[in-house]
């Protein structure tokens, strides 16, 4: 069965450096998505995109992060400049677009657990 | 108006046990409801969705009750297994024409099933 991966699965960084978080979504699937899940809180938005650009993102999704999908497989997000709130685990999901009567799916990775020190 | 309200936070229940867990919404353009379940170290799973042009779902063991006029829904997990002990997440989600759809979540249940 087809899934989301995401690399690496755990990434360590001192405050300020850049990270690059990177997944592969299924490969049919056309609308792309990172969230963000505080430990112990709730899953967050952070964007969504589609046709090679951002259709919406959150307040969470500030100047700081960036996505981009380079070539035909991978997403990414880049955060530029680490703080210590950015600790969490980031889930990368794909999904098919919903016609009138299916349901969208959105499949999520494994996540990457990142910590800012 | 983009919140999804769910509780309980925690719930313990005995192998065999129906528990239920319940969500809320105030937006009246969601129109798409899922369940994820999540296992630790994992990413959430879809586990079974809805939308409200209908009051209930089943799929196996697990019912998603829909009340529409309430903007509540919930899950049912019919003969609950140990193996089911997981976080459970409720969402909602508005269909958009030319974009993906935004999955805003629930707090989340940590579920135990005990033997």
């Known amino acids: 069965e087809p899934e989301v991966t995401q690399t690496p699965s755990h990434q360590v960084t001192q405050m300020g450096q850049e990270v690059i978080l990177r997944c592969v979504p299924i490969?049919?699937?056309?609308?792309f998505y990172w969230y963000r899940q505080i430990l112990g809180q709730k899953v967050e938005f952070l964007v969504s995109?589609?046709?090679?650009?951002?259709?919406?993102k959150s307040e969470i999704f500030d100047d700081q992060f960036s996505v981009e999908r380079p070539d035909g497989s991978n997403f990414t997000l880049k955060i530029r400049s680490t703080k210590l709130e950015d600790s969490a685990m980031y889930f990368c999901?794909?999904?098919?677009?919903?016609?009138?009567?299916?349901?969208?799916?959105?499949?999520f990775g494994p996540g990457t657990r990142l910590l800012v020190l | 108006q983009q919140q999804v309200k769910q509780s309980p936070q925690s719930l313990i229940v005995q192998k065999g046990g129906i528990p239920i867990i319940n969500c809320a919404y105030e937006?009246?353009?969601?129109?798409?409801f899922p369940w994820y379940q999540q296992f630790p170290g994992k990413g959430p799973a879809l586990l079974i969705a809805?939308?409200?042009?209908?009051s209930e779902k089943k799929e196996g063991r697990f019912t998603i009750s829909f009340n529409k006029s309430a903007k509540q829904f919930s899950l049912h997990i019919m003969d609950s297994q140990p193996g089911d002990s997981a976080t459970y997440f409720c969402?909602?989600?508005?269909?958009?024409?030319?974009?993906?759809?935004?999955?805003?979540f629930g707090e989340g249940t940590q579920l135990t099933v005990n033997p």
């Open positions: 999901a794909s999904s098919k677009p919903r016609g009138a009567f299916y349901m969208e799916t959105q499949y």
């Open positions: 490969s049919n699937h056309l609308y």
């Open positions: 995109f589609y046709n090679n650009e951002i259709s919406e």
């Open positions: 937006n009246t353009a969601f129109d798409y």
């Open positions: 809805i939308r409200p042009d209908v």
């Open positions: 969402a909602a989600s508005k269909r958009q024409e030319t974009s993906g759809s935004r999955l805003t």
